[in-house]
T-cell receptor
């Protein structure tokens, strides 16, 4: 099974609203990363949070990590139509390779 | 180029043929990953190279799949006797930090494989 599991599978919101996506994982990690994918091609790294961090910000992105619950959330504030994409969390629990979840499809309607 | 380069970008082949997919990682990156993504699905880990260590092949789905990384740089993923279920986008990524502190992955645009 996937180490990272995103929730919800799909999310549809209006432009200007906030979007929250969650990720759960099963084993201890060194860090957790979030990636974005447009059009089913290459992924782009958004943010990395280490296991000893609880919250991190980057522009309109806010990531939290709760190692006791083995979960993370990605918040996109003031969403824009251009934020429409698939979002994946990735963890490095199994050795050093990154394992990705199934992703959340975000649609921002203008 | 400055990014991860993959070729071909699209490949259509007939069932039973062999295919080779190439990945040029970012210069200096020690770690290289191959993933597979079927339509509308997440990323399935295939194989991971880190420096001179033995590769982690635990994600390869069958012995028809193999990969090598020559000189710690370019990697080739080979699929022998392709099957229709091999149709997917094959993504390559590289990373500068690949040991105890996995860093950010830089992805190529992928190779879309269609097996007829």
């Amino acid at each position: 099974s996937q180490q990272g599991e995103e929730d919800p599978q799909a999310l549809s919101i209006q432009e200007g609203e906030n979007a929250t996506m969650n990720c759960s994982y099963k084993t201890s990690i060194n860090n957790l990363q979030w990636y974005r994918q447009n059009s089913g091609r290459g992924l782009v790294h958004l943010i990395l949070i280490r296991s000893n961090e609880r919250e991190k910000h980057s522009g309109r992105l806010r990531v939290t990590l709760d190692t006791s619950k083995k979960s993370s959330s990605l918040l996109i504030t003031a969403s824009r139509a251009a934020d429409t994409a698939s979002y994946f969390c990735a963890t490095d629990a199994r050795g050093n390779k990154l394992v990705f979840g199934a992703g959340t499809i975000l649609r921002v309607k203008s | 180029g400055a990014g991860v380069s993959q070729s071909p970008s699209n490949k259509v082949t007939e069932k039973g043929k062999d295919v080779e997919l190439r990945c040029d990682p970012i210069s200096g990156h020690t770690a290289l990953y191959w993933y597979r993504q079927s339509l509308g699905q997440g990323l399935e880990f295939l194989i991971y190279f880190q420096g001179n260590s033995a590769p982690d092949k635990s994600g390869l789905p069958s012995d028809r799949f193999s990969a090598e990384r020559t000189g710690g740089s370019v990697s080739t993923l080979t699929i022998q006797r392709t099957q229709q279920e091999d149709s997917a986008v094959y993504l390559c990524a590289s990373s500068f930090i690949g040991t105890t502190n996995t860093g950010e992955l830089f992805f190529g645009e992928g190779s879309r494989l269609t097996v007829l």
